[in-house]
């Protein structure tokens, strides 16, 4: 099953990153653009058939390793069979 | 909670103020408080910002001397250097914050320490840091680490400040609280150094850097509490460095500073506006007026109480002269900053906060400072350690062996795999980076060199207060002689449990009555500093820490030496040890802690007379240019320190051992105020040495071939002590 | 001789890139401010070390679209010599003057230690007059993204062009040479001309006189006596 | 106009942070996760009614800045009035 995991910070938690990138796109004309925040997309592959497992497994990762539950939430979206 | 009702003392409770606080409140005020301003007196009378169990026994530390130009009090201590420049420097701790978030609390704690030191004027020009974590193969001490390192790294590097030395022990007493200390360096102009005390009611006060947000809120009273299972939920959001921003605060501060438009000058630091606000109006005996609507905010309906007490980074409050507003701004939109007028200084004594047009504080400043509370804890010593004689922890392992399981231990093992994560080599003015004994750092354009080091044996303090307090002290003056500058002050940050409990109190002031007693005599008054206490999980306290930061100068780093052997025919000498000894002390020893499995006994006793003398010689001979290589004792011992000789340098070394029983107490013991130097000219070191009536041991002989000889133990070459030494860390972290 | 030196915000070896050209040159390069777009006529423009725009986003990215890298761009096309040193060499990739892109060191950390560079057999270039193909450097990194990376195809046609300047090579002690698993151990590379250069190692931080190495002061002088 | 960029290596392009963490998943015992890669996600508020619009924008955005057309693919999902 491929997997899609999309990591955010908490709203709240600062994000120097997404200011950083509104300021240039601000420098570049485009100051129609607000609100930036910028995450993380992991993408993998399960080896699984069952939608639901691959989607508790992915839970599982995030919790131990991929995301840092402290500042950032994440969701999970289970895409098709790979 | 509603931002007007009025406090109870169970809120106040809420807070980490205790009853006796709340009346004291009540009194001062003669009314009741708000939410905010209820946060205000509890976070100026938190532990953290008030130090209200160290501050008895601070005030017994000196802090003067001829070269002192500004002690504690300020953001960071400041040291004549000479030709008009001055060093300016401070350490601090971010323990909780890392304990919970490794990389951002690291970061936050290198950002905090560095404007601490450019408030003062100076530009930083050195970082270093001293770090504890738990049990190597602790669950935990593996992702702290990597967060930690990383963090560190993070903030200075992309700052470009470099991390120039630092220090990483492991421990089981920490596994619940690691230990975060980050010292910063600064260099100034002693006549252009800047204070926080406000001046000229009617100036305007300014707000610069970056938003303020919810982060950390109430972060000051938070490290002022014991860990348990409910901290978790009431973990504030955590605060998120920008080094990026807090480079450009830092270069239009100092531009600013060049300018001459800065009359007072405050980092927001712990407890953020409200501890800078009042320390300005209070050191300056006046008042402050802020309408909070004009604090430039990150996020919408921010209460007054939030504004107050947010950690939010890269943030600092300044009173400037009126006519230079100007000036002031354009610097500001130059580095693309925040620039904004939020109130004015008064000379009403108060705190007046407004809000929506009303009122949201309105207290008098004296009581926040002068009344914050002051302890005299009760403290009983535990026990004295016994003595431990070198037959009762010899292991059954030749030399070779201990050596081995030494220099591969956690303790002793090659910190590369730390420091190469750190950009040493920034600013292109580090001639000694990480790896050896003090840090030196080229003062830019000239031929003065500052020395550097961080130092503590936590296990010493444990077992003896008193001694471990002066060994720090000692040691860290061993580092600085040992590269040839002259020890000229220290910061320190006293990291230890809850001072609630006696036995924990006793260690404090044991502590901090021998760091005290060895700074007289080494002449390096203590000149800033930080306390850390709670660091407990579950009443479990860690090993106390009094960790010494110094600084030394020499006059021209082109004659400082390094502790890597340059070449062989050289003589090889103990420094502070008698020709015919055979044994040493090694009661608490890491010898005893890894090989014997023997913690605690007597620590060896320091000699800061003794060091005094001995480093005195040492320089005399450095600048006599009779030393090629210098190295002071410490962890592991004589051989492990010629080991480590050996490893640094190009050339090998042969010495005999003594034929006796205690040979590893004679190889491993820690005995204190020793250095293993290799000379040039025999003949003028040993007439110095005896003029100077300072004993030395002739040890053995500088070779070519990279090797150790400890006859009649094989040679060991340098590839195989590396290889027992380096990979201990990086194979750890890989696993 | 005259150079400049553009600085970013969260440029951070600008001073140190400054005093290495003064020392070589005796004269101070012109300092360039990012916000600038006029730029003088130099005979080579210096992009330093640092973190741009604190290395949001894409390293080097924010940077490359300054109103002074126009005219950096200019100068190149006139066939005006640049040199790109760290976060100057991702700037130089982002704006397209050097093929290629620089992606994370393979150890995912950063890296700050000393390198050996050999100097490679090149295109005829002004850069590299002073230093013998073959001959090495000691010269050290301290990044987080030097990783080189380009496709096949491009690195072929990076060697057939002469277009690889260094490489890190054999220094002799356990670890890898390649600090950060660069395509080929690729430490620096010239654009096809031969007039513009981006490396990962910190020449101004080898600079003799309590430098661990003088190997950079021999490179930069080099690299500035090509050009004028 | 709340818009999503979702910015992923191309096919190809090493991504040495995918293939660590893909070590990292497999020594925590996650040996079922395989082909990690590491892409970011990036939301911004652009300031129109049109969706169509403001999808184009996006797409400015990323050729000129967001994304390295070099070795980055990108796809722009517009979510909602914001
Ligand atoms: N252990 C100590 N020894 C000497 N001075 C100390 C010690 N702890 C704190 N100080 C001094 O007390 C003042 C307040 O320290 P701190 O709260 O850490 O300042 P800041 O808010 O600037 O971080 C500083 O001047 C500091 O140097
Ligand atoms: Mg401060």
Known sequence: ?82 | MNEIQEMSFADAEAMGLSFDEWQLILKRLDRTPNLCELGIFSAMWSEHCSYKSSKKWLKTLPTEGPQVIQGPGENAGVVDIGDGLAVVFKIESHNHPSFIEPYQGAATGVGGILRDVFTMGARPVALLNALRFGDIDHEKTKHLLSGVVAGIGGYGNCIGIPTVGGEVNFHSSYNGNILVNAMAVGLAHSDRIFYSAATGAGNPVIYVGAKTGRDGIHGATMASAEFSDETESKRPTVQVGDPFTGKLLMEACLELMAADAVLSIQDMGAAGLTSSSVEMASKGRLGMEIDLDLVPVREAGMSAYEIMLSESQERMLMVIKPEQAETARAIFEKWDLDFMPIGQVTDTQRLVLLKDGKTACDIPLAPLVDDAPEYDRPYRADEMQPVLATAQLAADSDITDCLRQLLGSAELASRRWVYEQYDSDVMADTIFGPGGDAALVRVHGTEKGLAITVDCTPRYVDADPFEGGRQAVCEAYRNISASGARALAVTNNLNFGNPEKQDIMAQLVGAVSGMGAACRILNTPVVSGNVSLYNETDGMAIQPCPVIGMVGLIDNWARAVGCGLTAAGQILYVIGQDAGTDDGWLGCSLYARQLAGREGGAPPPANPDAERKHGDLLRCAIEGGMIAAAHDISDGGLLVALAEMVMAGQAGAEIVTPDCDTLHGWAFGEDQARYIVAVTDAGAFEALCSEQNVACARLGTTISKCELTAAPAAPISKEQLKSWHEPRLAALMSQ | MRAAVIIFPGSNCDRDMMVAVQTITGRRPALVWHKDSQLDPVDIVIIPGGFSFGDYLRCGALAARAPAMHSVLDHASRGGAVLGVCNGFQILLESGLLPGTLVRNSGLKFVCRETRLAVQKTIDTPLMAGLPQGSELIIPVAHNEGNYFADDDQLDALELGGQIALRYTDNHDSRPANPNGAARDIAGILSANGRVMGMMPHPERAMGAGHKSADGCRFLRSVLEGVS
Chains 1, 4 share one sequence.
């Open chain 1, 1 to 82: 099953m491929q997997v899609i995991i999309n990591i955010t910070l908490k709203a709240g938690v600062l994000d120097p990153q997404g200011r950083a990138v509104e300021n240039a796109l601000a420098g570049l004309g485009f100051t129609d653009a607000v609100d930036v925040r910028i995450g993380k997309q992991i993408t993998l592959d399960i080896d699984s058939e069952d939608a639901a497992r691959a989607e508790q497994r992915a839970a599982r990762m995030c919790e131990s390793l991929l995301a840092n539950t402290v500042i950032e939430d994440y969701t999970i979206e289970v895409v098709a069979p790979s």
